[in-house]
């Protein structure tokens, strides 16, 4: 009997087997978070694991569950010093790798949070600007 197999770019497609970009789903499943297994998608590769952190909390309007009372991923990840940023907008405007996110919460008093300014620099950006700056009059 022969083997059936499908293969694209992307996907390879075995009896029992499952690949995506080289990798089998079964061993990314409940290894690598959904913002890992996107990049993965997307890019053909893994992110870098401060990355993933940061992919996970662009794809997150919030993470915790709506109606949560305790915050228990807040509280978990703020104890492991991971920054949350939820409710970005325009981020289908960034480019997939290359720019630096510089955050500026504003603080409140007594508050656990507050909200953000969430800037992207873009390398080509920066370079114009510092030229601009080193550009007597």
Same mark, same amino acid.
């Given at each position: ?6 293969? !694209? ?23 690598? =978070? ?21 992919? !996970? ?8 569950? @709506?109606? =949560? ?20 907008? @325009? ?19 007594? @508050?656990? @949070? ?12 920066? !370079?114009? =600007?510092?030229?601009?700056? =080193?550009?007597?009059?």
């Amino acid at each position: 009997m022969t083997e059936t197999k499908w293969q !694209t770019a992307i996907t390879e497609v075995k009896p029992n087997e499952l690949r995506l970009r080289g990798y089998r789903i079964d061993e990314l499943m409940g290894a690598k =978070s959904f913002a890992e297994a996107a990049w993965l998608c997307w890019l053909g590769e893994l992110p870098r694991p401060e990355w993933a952190a940061l992919i !996970t909390a662009m794809f997150t309007a919030s993470i915790d569950h @709506g109606p =949560s009372k305790q915050f228990e991923t807040h509280r978990v990840l703020f104890e492991a010093s991971v920054p949350v940023f939820e409710n970005l907008a @325009g981020l289908d405007e960034l480019p997939p790798a290359g720019f630096t996110v510089v955050a500026l919460p504003i603080k409140i008093r007594g @508050g656990s @949070g507050g909200p953000l300014r969430a800037i992207a620099i873009l390398p080509e950006l920066a !370079t114009q =600007s510092n030229a601009a700056a =080193s550009t007597p009059e």
